[in-house]
């Protein structure tokens, strides 16, 4: 739009005096686009000023005019069903060529635009009535989105594309990996069988949609049990229903090892319903899988990851096991002695003990009471040290921007501007840090829109939105972070800086619409700055004293974390290697319970309990089906990207140039190998992936001296 255009092109001036005033020590010059600094922004006292006033006019959520009230859903996805006919009557006239693609993703981006908004709206948004139409607008899109992916027609423009030699070495990467990936979604839905084969995909995907709800659900639901079973002594710690107690999830952290162990039992005692589904679930991927020209689930799940194919996860997983045993039975033996001291009757470790009992470890190992680090994490000064970290390291900063009225869903959301010192406006990131009835608990970062290349030459911002559940500030004191969530900010921030440098031409591959194992990488590598003296020692002041964070704290703090992560890192290969099993040949050899039993023995090494079946509360074999290995890939490539260009200067420009460069901004449209390489100078094996993730778990040799 106009409108944008002149915005940006007016920033640059706008901007300069902001940085100058800044540099004055003026504090922030009322400049004429209204940003004031993001710390302040964060702080109760400046909350009143920043809220859209009536002055500033009125829009819908996210500034989408028609999103002013629940209805204007409707309106948003009639327009965009409109546009998407038409665009579809284009690709398929227009002549096979870069065109073609251009088409395709313009049609992405406009059902996107609403299904990405309306996919955030429908879980966070406190009114009924838009989560409602929200709702039923992400149901609508997804129909469509179906019946495009088996729309012979439309498929055969972009197959005339991509079979056409000469038009398709004329593409440059980025595009020809797009028309790949487009095809890519056209081949899951069977387009290339014959109709009957073809129905039995749509159907089977039909099914796996329900299946996926009905066993996302299943994984959550609390197990009853009459009281009388459990000693009296015990049942206060479970909600009562008449005669019986429900259980509702695992109490991990329950110093009684009794209510552990009872929670355990029922809450993993199986359903058969679950299983069932659970079955079919698997089966049913499998069997469209095979329909559709792959050997197996995980062969289909795998196309263009980082890791290409099961095989290479299966090494990697084994490789990773074998390196962690020695490390994890000593974890496991530190918790039995400890387990011995705490409970001399009953000192076999189980696995409800894990969680506990290397929790009691770190505490007793590193006094690191959270309390003690919350006063120097205030939200202003977290926010503050993230802004100087991004300006040091890739020369943008963070804004706060005044909202228009009925632009955000709840009054405390701020809107952050991502400027570039010579780009200029980058994007926006709407910030849902604070705690509210009915708000979900996961962190998460949502696309809202991509950004892209318009037609008309200008650059589409992106739009992103970082949930928390942060706790809002009080009378006497701003909002503290404790030092889980101050990392965890950071990992938001680094998916949301990946959306905001991920500048591709193409909406389809965006940011951080990029293969799975590769997505986590910006935002773990965060981690690692957020747990850096160096990096924390900008910003942790005390926010009564100003009193900067003493060093021993924050190593104390990162060698705390390294209590048990041996044990910790091996459930997670646990948890991956079950994922690839299920996902692998099928017909399962045994039953999905007797496989947990099977992997748990193998890749653990604590005893499966009988009558247990944890797999039915395994809810990320629904998002992350064959994927859950994604997670420790990221992680392990962070950890290089850390060591080899960081670690020596974490405020090293030209590193944070290359990074964005190499890494960050081709988004999704590059082969993320082809990135890594590009970062690291030379191509990583599955052995550099298991030592980087391993060498992680050594003590650092000078705090233990400092400490000792």
Known sequence: SAMLAGCRRALPAALCRALRARA??????????????????????????????????ETGLFGVRELSCPEGFQEAQDKALQESEQLVQEACSTPPGPETVMIFDQLSDGLCRVADLADFVKIAHPDFAFREAAEEACRNIGTVVEK?????????????????????????????RVAELFMFDFEISGIH??????????NLNVRILDLCNEFLTGTHLPNKIDKHVLPEHIRYNFTAEGNYLQVAG?????????????????????????????????????????????DTFAHRALQGTMAKNPETVRQFLEKLSDQLSKRTQKDFEMMTKMKMKLNPQNSKLMPWDHPYYSG??????????????????????????????????????????????????????????????????LGYIYCDFFQRPDKPHQDCHFTVRGGRLRENGEYQL?????????????????????????????????????SMLGRTRYQHVTGTRCPTDFAEVPSILMEYFANDYRVVNQFARHYKTGQPLPKNMVSRLCESKKVCAAADMQLQVFYAALDQIYHGKHPLKKSTTEILKETQEKFYGLPYVPNTAWQ??????????????????SRAVASMVWKQCFAQDPFDRAMGERYRREMLAHGGGKEPILMVQGMLQKSPSVEDFVDALVSDLDHDFETFIMDS
């Not at 009872?262 to 095979?290: C, D, V």
């Open 193 to 202: 069988l014959d109709e009957e084969k073809r129905k039995k995909a749509v």
């Open 148 to 176: 495009l992916n088996t729309d012979v027609e439309l498929c055969q423009s972009l197959r005339r594309l991509l079979a056409d030699e000469i038009v398709t070495s004329s593409l440059d990467p980025e595009t020809r």
């Open 250 to 294: 695992l109490h991990a952290d329950c110093p009684d090892d009794l209510v552990r162990e009872a929670a355990y039992k029922i809450f993993l005692y199986p359903n058969a319903e679950q299983l069932s589904r659970l079955e079919e679930l698997l089966a049913s991927r499998n069997s469209l899988a095979q329909l559709v020209g792959y």
């Open 616 to 633: 039915l509360r395994f809810s990320h074999l629904v998002g992350y089906g064959a994927k859950y290995y994604s997670y420790l890939m």
């Open 360 to 425: 009691v470890l770190r505490a007793e190992r590193y006094n690191i009471d959270p309390g003690l680090y919350c006063p120097f994490f205030s939200l202003g000064a977290c926010m503050e040290g993230l802004n100087s970290l991004f300006s040091q390291l890739l020369g943008i900063s963070l804004y706060a921007e005044q909202t228009q009225r009925g632009e955000v869903w709840s009054e405390d959301v701020r809107k952050l501007a991502v400027v570039h010192e010579t780009e200029g406006l």
């Open 24 to 57: 004055a020590g003026q504090g922030c010059r009322a400049v004429s686009t209204s940003w004031c600094p993001v710390g302040a922004a964060f702080d109760a006292k400046q909350q009143q000023q920043l809220r859209g006033s009536a002055a500033s006019g």
């Open 462 to 498: 992106p739009v992103v939105v970082l949930m928390l559940s942060l706790p809002h500030s009080t009378r006497g004191a701003p909002t503290l972070l404790s030092p889980g969530m101050m990392e965890n900010l950071f990992h938001e921030m680094g998916h949301a800086m990946h």
